[in-house]
């Protein structure tokens, strides 16, 4: 299976190790250093089968090779996968931490990483012990922490962005979002968004994460899988992956959807249905940018915060590009973003 993913896949290199002790696969997935080394997150996940982690990593490499070209970083795109058959603790987390910062480093920074699902700037540090080529390292060993706020930053303002192109102005007051996912990101962007006069429905599969964080903003709570059919003016899936399938788009009773996960779309096709519905649809590498935009511009750039938030505010002036050009072709938005990044590519590689 392995062997097939691999020959239908476009990118440069993937790197791969079995941890014994911990029965993890590893695999670092660098899918293009046209603009820059790779950069990507660590995600720890338990998956059915090695191939499908396989899959993800390769499928969220592309992805970040656009957003980084899109947000106009001097970076490639990559992304490393660590299929463990649970979630490890302890020791047996250091170790495999550890032993996968050497596979890491063995790439001489063909790829950096940074934190991802199941990944937290301690880990981070954890890498750093045998790898020079790691963001969101602690700020007391060096680095600039999580960068779960710049990405809420980033959405939020991708979220007003949009407001404004499907409603004709970016005010939130009044208008109701349904977030699933509360987690570091989705409930930062919770409060953001209650700030600016929201009504929010929230969601998540830890309940009691979701009913406490609906206590202190005032908001609605429902089912983890009830939220695509809740009536909203924004849908915004800040979990995983795929919720945007030939399934649930027909369900969505929303008007614009942006959200902070990464791989919204199960299918590619499925942009095409979102239009199709009229639903506007805010590409995710586009909106959730404003994470690795914060550690580029901080450990990488040597830019200061000033000049980072003037970096993720300009995720307003992308989108409503991309909303532009899908207009102006009748093609979809994630067509239209997609064009844009390879247009940087493009531009890269002569």
């Avoid at 941890?19 to 338990?46: D, N, Y």
């Avoid at 070209?69 to 170790?95: F, H, M, N, T």
């Avoid at 063909?110 to 301690?122: G, K, L, R, S, V």
């Avoid at 429902?222 to 649930?248: M, N, Q, R, Y």
Wanted: net charge negative; with cysteine; aromatic share 4%.
């Amino acid at each position: 299976m392995f062997e097939d993913l691999l020959r239908g896949w476009d990118g440069e290199e993937v790197a791969l190790r079995y941890h014994a002790p911990t029965e993890t696969w590893m695999f670092i997935c660098v899918q293009s250093t046209v603009l820059g080394p790779a950069a990507g997150g660590t995600r720890l996940k338990v998956y059915p089968d090695p191939a499908d982690a396989l899959r993800d990593g390769l499928r969220l490499a592309a992805a970040m090779t656009s957003k980084n070209a899109i947000a106009d970083l001097p970076l490639g795109g990559g992304k490393a996968v660590l299929a463990v058959p649970e979630l490890p603790s302890g020791e047996a987390r250091r170790q495999l931490l550890l032993r996968y910062g050497d596979l890491l480093e063995s790439l001489h920074g063909a790829y950096w990483t940074a934190c991802d699902m199941n990944t937290a700037p301690p880990d981070m540090d954890v890498i750093a012990e045998r790898c020079s080529y790691v963001f969101a390292r602690t700020e007391a060993n060096g680095g600039s922490g999580t960068s779960a706020p710049a990405t809420a930053d980033g959405v939020f303002i991708g979220i007003r962005a949009s407001a404004a192109h499907a409603f004709g102005s970016e005010d939130l007051e009044g208008r109701t979002v349904a977030i699933q996912g509360v987690g570091a990101v989705g409930a930062l962007l919770a409060r953001q968004l209650t700030d600016a006069g929201a009504r929010l429905v929230l969601s998540d599969v830890d309940e009691v994460r979701a009913k406490d964080l609906a206590a202190e903003v005032g908001a609605d709570v429902v089912g983890a899988d009830e939220t695509i059919d809740v009536e909203c003016d924004v849908f915004s899936p800040c979990a995983i992956g795929g919720v945007l399938s030939a399934e649930t788009i027909p369900r969505l009773r929303c008007a614009i959807v942006a959200g902070a996960a990464n791989n919204q779309l199960s299918d590619p096709e499925d942009a095409d249905r979102l239009a199709e519905r009229g639903i506007l649809y805010a590409p995710d590498y586009v909106v959730n940018a404003g994470g690795i935009i914060h550690l580029a511009a901080l450990e990488m750039l040597g830019e200061d915060h000033a000049r980072r938030d003037e970096r993720i505010a300009g995720i307003a002036g992308t989108l409503t590009e991309v909303y532009r050009l899908a207009d102006a072709e009748g093609i979809s938005t994630e067509r239209a973003a997609e064009r844009m990044a390879q247009a940087r590519l493009e531009e890269g590689r002569r």
